[in-house]
């Protein structure tokens, strides 16, 4: 039988299928799982481009949602066969996943009933053409204080509210409807409606009209490069002349503090900005470049696309700085500005790449640097603070390659951590000595050029390098990218009459999975000899070719010039000949790899923790490095309060705070006098040291040239609270009344974290996992004088309960916040019972494989902790 129908009916009849079809799509909304797997993210690659979203915000003060409207366009290489995906969703409040709300929702013009499913708007194909497609609808999002994508913060000081966002690595979907994946670039259009006192902030210009602030249109970015921050900022712009505009946004009550410290910011961003432009031979890719200030931020930074969010503190300083916070912030500046170009202009395609933007971005930081101060200081800073974070973790059961496979966006959070931040920078360093400046340089450019605007592999960015240095560099990738750990670096050596008779040298895998890495070194025979070799090898073992007469060495270590990575491990005489030389060592560098021998001495258990303490306390008072310096202090303090055996802590604790108390007073530089003060803060526990923190904070005593901030004054109140010191309750009442200010607030929480009693610390860990209770960057300021060295009988008990809320705490916290959690509660502790508990932990069936390489990760400190201690007895 044949129908024949008017236009009009036919018209209707079909729009009435399609409506029918569309609500019967939750039968195949299964095969869309939560988050945004690798398998959907590939297939709408291959099916969407050219996407374009034109975002309409209405901001009201203190409301708990956000309204919007939303226009997204798009291309479609085909009609796909099944449902085409929009992710939008929700968290309710244990942090678990549900739908986003929308209303109004038309495909193509046809008006439609949303279908929903695991956090994605869900499309029939019926409604989809090849070509252009429109969707358009109306929605809300959630603001909140803290762990959501949209986030409200009220000004202590003057009741100011402000907004902004954070959407890495797929958290735009929190806030809108978007393809969330790094691959599907898009060109964004805002405007968004706020009160008439407020400032809006995106990533384009913006012109306010009629109480809307409209932004020119983005060039194509990532959604999670998409931003925007709105309140009563108030702006400083460069007072010299870019050839981009420079501008710093920042609360209207810290105001005056931003005065102080802009010109500095400015200078190195702009300085920054011009030397990267020439190193890349790629101009800045974006029309402006804007800094906003956030307390509280999540990150010490966040690079969206032309408007760079840093967390406040960490630009204007809360106590005295010295030089190393001054360098400190200027790498931060330098990190998020490198992310311009690696990272924004292009993208990783996908987050198992992290490391591209990551890694690049903290060299280039420490490329930049120096060349805009003496570059062997830089360099030693680098080994300073990046590459010990990464051997402590790539020597772990925990580690991961750097390429870490990562199946689905929602487990994104895990791949963050020191393999991308530490351990990508440091190889970069590796293959910049391997290729020479002129070949990394010229495949810097090759990739930034074949890429812009767009994404990229690793593999993309090996070819660039071979190509432009014209070696083959897919093997030496290899294994460096794609195998996890590290070597571990020893020299098998002797003399004869007075003569060097053999030399070998040999690696092994330090989780003995029989991986070997291609390495290249510098072998220093110290002492008398007094001259590098040059070695390059690929197997377990290689002989070194000796050159006829060559004096026998006082020691030998393997990584002169710190031009490799790896643990490079000091034989038994070659610990006792580094101790000798060490005052004769004049290079800094050189000083302060000797100095990170000695340390990996006694974490592989050949040098007992209480001999390095005792040789850190006689060397330190004629050190005149200050990096050096912090490092060895640091590292004297974890010796004694976790390493040494309890009989002699006491005895070596105040024999290192007779040295921290002699030098904050007694150093020639204030540099050096903050050092040791904020060191001294730290490690007080004596007696006599916390009388002295007593003396400090009633003005009694006073460090030479160093006036007290508030953040000093905290710190202080801090550590008297932790060491059970009387009267600290008392103080603390006391500066909690005169600092109300959102810092004095965190700081106040912090600190009575620390009160070693059962009650509090059952209240606190309540609050911990209670969603909302406190903050994040509250329970994260006090995870420290929670898990205190000298309370671990009380908080062992926390032990597993803390390990059991992983999973929670996965959810519901942003990244690193798990890193920093699991380091509190296991790394501090030291007995062999803890380890028994870890150990239960890890025995369960069916445990997040992420989770479980975390927890590894942090159980080696402690398991190296009670090895050494049993060692040392």
């Known amino acids: 039988m044949t129908s024949l129908l008017s236009h009009t009916e036919f018209t209707s009849a ?18 869309v799982p939560l988050g945004v797997s690798q398998s959907l993210a590939q297939s709408r690659a291959s099916l969407v481009a050219n996407v374009r979203y034109r975002l309409s915000l209405e901001l009201k003060p203190k409301s708990p949602t956000l309204a919007g409207h939303e226009v997204i366009e798009f291309d479609l290489a085909r009609v796909p066969a099944e449902v ?8 309710n409040a244990a942090g678990e996943v549900a739908d986003g709300r929308i209303s109004n929702f038309h495909v193509n013009s046809a008006s439609a009933s949303p279908v929903q499913s695991n956090g994605h708007i869900l499309i029939a194909p019926e409604m989809l053409r090849a070509g252009v497609n429109r969707v358009e609808l109306d929605f809300v999002s959630a603001i909140a204080e803290s762990n959501r994508a949209i986030t409200r913060m009220i000004d202590p000081l003057d009741s100011s509210e402000y907004v902004y966002t954070l959407f890495v690595p797929m958290d735009a979907s929190l806030a809108f409807p978007c393809f969330d994946q790094p691959d599907l670039k ?22 306010v009209e009629n109480g809307h602030t409209r932004f020119e249109e983005t060039r194509p970015i990532s959604t999670y490069l998409f931003a925007f921050a709105a309140g009563p900022f108030e702006q400083l712009s460069s007072a010299e002349a870019s050839a981009v505009p420079l501008r710093l946004f920042v609360r209207k009550s810290v105001l005056a503090r931003a005065k102080e410290e802009w010109p500095e910011v400015a200078r190195y961003t702009r300085q920054g900005m011009e030397k990267l432009s020439a190193f890349f031979e790629q101009p800045y890719p974006f029309p402006k470049y804007d800094q906003v200030l956030i307390p509280g931020f999540a990150y010490g930074g966040m690079e969206h696309a032309g408007a760079t969010f840093l967390r406040e503190d960490g630009v204007l300083f809360r106590g005295a700085p010295n030089i190393t916070d001054h360098q400190r912030r200027s790498v931060t500046v330098l990190h998020e500005l490198s992310h311009q170009w690696f990272g924004d202009l292009v993208t990783m395609r996908w987050f198992d790449d992290l490391w591209l933007k990551e890694g690049f971005a903290q060299y280039m930081a420490f490329h930049t640097l120096a060349e805009l101060e003496p570059p062997d200081q830089v360099w030693k800073r680098f080994y300073e603070t990046v590459k010990p974070i990464a051997y402590n973790i790539d020597s772990t059961p925990g580690t991961a390659p750097i390429y870490q496979q990562v199946r689905n966006l929602a487990d994104a959070k895990s791949a963050y951590g020191p393999i991308v931040y530490q351990k990508a920078p440091s190889l970069l360093r590796v293959l910049n000595y391997r290729i020479g400046e002129d070949g990394f340089r010229g495949g810097v450019r ?28 897919r093997a030496w990738a290899n294994a ?17 009459a007075g003569r060097l008779s053999t030399l070998e040298i040999s690696q092994h895998d330090s989780l003995n999975e029989g991986h070997v890495w291609p390495i290249s070194t510098q072998l220093l025979l110290g002492g008398a000899a007094n001259r590098t070799i040059d070695v390059s090898f690929d197997k377990a073992q290689a002989v070194i070719p000796i050159s006829a007469g060559a004096a026998c060495p006082d020691y030998i270590f393997a990584n002169s010039g710190d031009h490799a990575y790896g643990r490079f491990l000091l034989d038994n005489k070659s610990i ?22 000695l340390w990996d001495a006694v974490r592989e258990t050949e040098m007992a923790p209480a001999a390095y303490a005792d040789f850190a306390i006689k060397s330190l008072p004629g050190e005149e490095d200050l990096d050096i310096t912090q490092s060895v202090v640091g590292r004297t303090y974890t010796a004694i309060v976790s390493y040494v055996a309890d009989a002699l802590r006491e005895s070596m604790a105040g024999k290192y705070e007779q040295l921290l108390m002699d030098r904050m007073m007694n150093s020639a530089s204030r540099d050096f006098r903050i050092a040791y003060f904020r060191s001294f803060t730290t490690a007080a526990s ?16 006073t460090v030479p040239g160093v006036p007290l901030q508030q953040r000093d004054r905290w710190n202080m109140i801090a550590a008297l609270i932790r060491m059970g010191d009387p009267e600290a309750l008392s103080v603390l009442a006391v500066e909690q009344k005169q600092d109300l200010s959102e810092d004095g607030k965190r700081s106040a929480y912090a600190a009575l974290a620390g009160v070693a009693t059962a009650q509090n610390k059952e209240k606190y860990f309540s609050e911990y996992l209670k969603d909302g209770a406190e903050p994040e960057d509250f329970v994260t300021a006090s995870l420290g004088s929670f898990n205190a060295w000298n309370q671990k009988d009380l908080t062992l008990k926390y032990l597993r309960p803390a390990l059991d809320a992983l999973p929670l705490v996965k959810r519901q916290r942003k990244i690193f916040f798990v890193n920093g959690w699991l380091s509190s509660f296991v790394a501090t502790q030291t007995s062999a019972e803890a380890q028994r508990i870890v150990n239960d932990f890890l025995a369960q069936p069916n445990l997040d494989p992420d989770l479980r390489l975390k927890v590894l990760e942090v159980k080696d400190e402690l398991d190296r902790t009670v090895r050494i201690r049993a060692r040392w007895k």
Not at 686 to 701: C, F, I, M, Q, V
Request: overall charge neutral; aromatic content about 10%; proline content about 5%.
């Open 576 to 597: 006792a000949g580094v101790q000798a030389a060490m005052p004769s060592v004049a290079d800094p560098l050189e000083r302060a790899l000797h100095w990170g021998a």
């Open 14 to 31: 079909m729009r009435n299928f399609i409506l029918l079809f569309f609500t019967a799509v939750p039968l195949i909304a299964a095969t």
């Open 186 to 207: 898009a060109r964004f259009t805002l405007d968004v409606m706020a009160p008439a006192e407020w400032t809006v902030i995106s990533n384009t210009a913006g012109a």
């Open 84 to 91: 085409l995906a929009i992710d939008f969703r929700d968290l």
């Open 686 to 701: 004596t007696p006599p040291a916390l009388a002295e923190l007593n003396k400090l904070l009633a003005g009694t005593s």
């Open 480 to 496: 460096w990218v794609t195998q996890r750990g590290m070597p571990v670096v020893t020299v098998k050596w002797a003399c004869s």
């Open 446 to 473: 090759i990739f930034l050029r074949e890429h812009a605007y767009a994404n990229a592999t690793w593999r993309d960015l090996i070819a660039a390098f071979s190509t432009a240095s014209k070696q083959d560099l």
